[in-house]
């Protein structure tokens, strides 16, 4: 097996569950032996993340048994790199302000709901446009007031630059790049210099990521990621996704409804290794008769 560099990448937006501590699993056994697992936590959201969370990630991580490297990269750290990234686009044309709220856009798409290019994208309806035409002395009346906004990628002219694009993924092969369905996908948010796309994307370099593993409910991330390290001359790393654990409906295990944080199993007296038997990185799924058992018992 090669020997990759890898990571584990959560937001400390809440406590690790089953999920999780199997995507994490899955990225330390991917570097192979010799390789080396990263950890990165993204915590650019401000209102929604919490020291309390970083720390368990911390705990939790050391006790399923785990280690990675230091440092630990934390993005609220690298505000200014992402910034000058930004400022990068913006000289060269690619990227843009906006303005509109969510109501803004809502209303929009709704005044505009049989027009020809409205379409639905992997993070909802793709942005109907409204601030991509303001003019240089608009945009600034409007910044000049205070009005909040955030910052929008050409979307088409970035494409059009970059030309074609694909990427090696482990469990779906050779890929085209298709980052035109995102739309002008928010590369700085409103309310931090930076987007999940774009620190994501620039972190991995930054780290010397080889292969990037995450579960497939981020697969059609890798488009615009594809597309930010062509724009940024990045290397490209190979990819792959794994399936996402789900509960016995087949629905997927998620934070707020039916996970298993895995405080509550070690608080519950289960060992980290009978945590990891519930699965593992060749069987990619989780044994869920057993898992019947640890509901019944810890939830
Ligand atoms: N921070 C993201 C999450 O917790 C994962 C990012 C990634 O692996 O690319 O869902």
Redo the contacts with the bound molecule.
Sequence with gaps: MATETTRF???PTGLLHIGHAFSARFAADKAGAGGRFLLRI?DIDGTRCRPAFETAIFEDLAWLGLSWETPVRRQSEHLETYKSALAELERRGLIYPCFCTRADIQREIASAASAPHLHMGPEGPVYPGTCRHLSNAAQQRRKDEGAPYALRLRMEEAVKGAGALTWRDQTHGERKATPEIFGDVVLGRKDTPASYHLA?TLDDAHQGITLIT?GED?FAASHVHRLLQALFALPVPIYAHHPLLTDREGKKLSKRENAISIRALRESGQSPASVMALFSAEQQHLNVSRLELEERSYR
């Design positions: 990448a959560p937001s993204e994501c995450r981020l």
